[in-house]
């Protein structure tokens, strides 16, 4: 059983997000330890908060974390943390992101209400370990104002459309994220999730 990381860098409930791991297959740690992060096979970055506050937070453990994921530890943002694997944020100001993914995350067009909350559809272009038996157009459950944009295409493993057309889901080798929170998007969600511990198995 592999031990999935989640990274506790001081934002957000990540109560529901342990338990899908644990219903997914894996051995959990919560922590912002550099030891444990190096101990782990796979990393998370869960999703809730503000950009700023969550790139400073995780200061303590930037290097390691970058670092092991170069070295090619999987890893798997969630939301507010597929956003922290881009190049910068320009949320209430521009905040520089891991950029260990190319891309921004800008705020969604004011001609849809935000923040974008519940379920909308996933539309999967591309084949990828993470959709494996997720079918194009499921329903996922969303809760943000923030999207990517710029993004190297060859990232997009799918896209979704609220104001204007986003990656939800993105690989870049064993880089991964959703814009979409996985342990809140019933069975579909947790088939994610277990996806992403079957990588973390090898």
Known sequence: MPTVLITNYGVGNLRSLRRGLERAGARVAVSLSPGELEASDAIVLPGVGAFRAAIEGLCAIRETLIAQVKGGKPLLGICLGMQLLLSRSHENGVWDGLDLVSGEATRLPGSVKLPHMGWDEVIVAKDSEITDGIPSGALMYFAHSYAPEHLDRSAEVA????????????????????????????????????????????
């Open 159 to 202: 896209h979704t459309e609220y104001g204007r057309r986003f990656a939800s889901i993105i690989e870049h080798g064993n880089i991964f994220g959703t814009q979409f929170h996985p342990e809140k998007s019933g069975g579909l969600g947790i088939g994610l999730l277990r996806n992403f511990v079957s990588i973390a198995k090898r």
